[in-house]
């Protein structure tokens, strides 16, 4: 069954700490996307990348850095510099190209950070 | 102003009942425009995928697009307690160089 994991489902951090959530698609998908989503805000997007060893930051960058070192594989970090962590972050995956693929969703993470 | 909007409800209906759903955006350069639902604690799953104006169906949806108008919708008919959730629209222009997703609209459909 071809789809994205994200794990944990759940994360509980203390403030100050650096904590990283994983995200693993085998859809053979190229670009690979890190999305956060607040209550009434929608989907807002941290960074995506296009081919592996290459990532772009999105709207909302600081405070937060990836690495692709592997298709399959586009793991987010958040760092004590992110004023507000607190969230639910959303994976996603799509065919590249002409970047006119539909994204496909992971089941996300929420994180808590106290 | 934001780039896209759409209304975050909630939008209350009994089953049964019809239900329209709508975006607007002001940048012309969007040209592929989706939907995607999203249940409680769970990520979005696509819907509909439409790039030119007009309608699209499939089963009980169908998307509209009026890119004179700036404006997108997704009706669900004979609508169902199970499509209660949350809808977002999603627009991107070509290449990777806008991608946006509207609030999300939250719905839900009692029995």
């Known amino acids: 069954d071809g789809g994205i994991t994200q794990s944990p489902k759940y994360l509980f951090r203390k403030e100050g700490q650096n904590v990283t959530l994983s995200c693993e698609q085998n859809?053979?998908?190229?670009?690979m996307y890190w999305y956060r989503q607040d209550p009434g805000q929608g989907l807002r997007l941290i960074y995506y990348?296009?081919?592996?060893?290459?990532?772009q930051k999105g709207d909302i960058a600081e405070g937060y850095s990836v690495s692709r070192e592997k298709k399959e594989s586009f793991p987010l970090t958040v760092t004590s510099a992110q004023k507000n962590p607190t969230a639910f972050y959303l994976c996603?995956?799509?065919?590249?190209?002409?970047?006119?693929?539909?994204?496909?969703f992971g089941n996300g993470t929420r994180l808590t950070v106290t | 102003q934001k780039e896209v909007e759409q209304d975050p409800g909630p939008l209350s209906v009994p089953e049964g009942a019809i239900v329209s759903l709508n975006c607007t955006y002001s940048?012309?350069?969007?040209?592929?425009f989706m939907w995607y639902r999203q249940y409680s604690r769970k990520g979005p799953e696509l819907l509909m995928y439409?790039?030119?104006?007009g309608n699209k169906e499939d089963g009980r949806f169908t998307a509209q697009v009026d890119k004179s108008s700036k404006y997108i919708s997704l009706f669900i008919r004979d609508s169902q307690p199970s499509d209660s959730a949350t809808y977002l629209c999603?627009?991107?222009?070509?290449?990777?160089?806008?991608?946006?997703f509207g609030a999300g609209t939250r719905l839900a459909v009692h029995p």
């Open positions: 996603a995956s799509s065919a590249a190209g002409t970047g006119s693929s539909p994204l496909h």
């Open positions: 859809l053979n998908h190229d670009a």
């Open positions: 990348s296009q081919i592996v060893n290459d990532f």
């Open positions: 940048n012309s350069a969007f040209q592929y």
């Open positions: 439409t790039y030119s104006s």
């Open positions: 999603f627009m991107f222009s070509g290449g990777y160089n806008k991608l946006i």
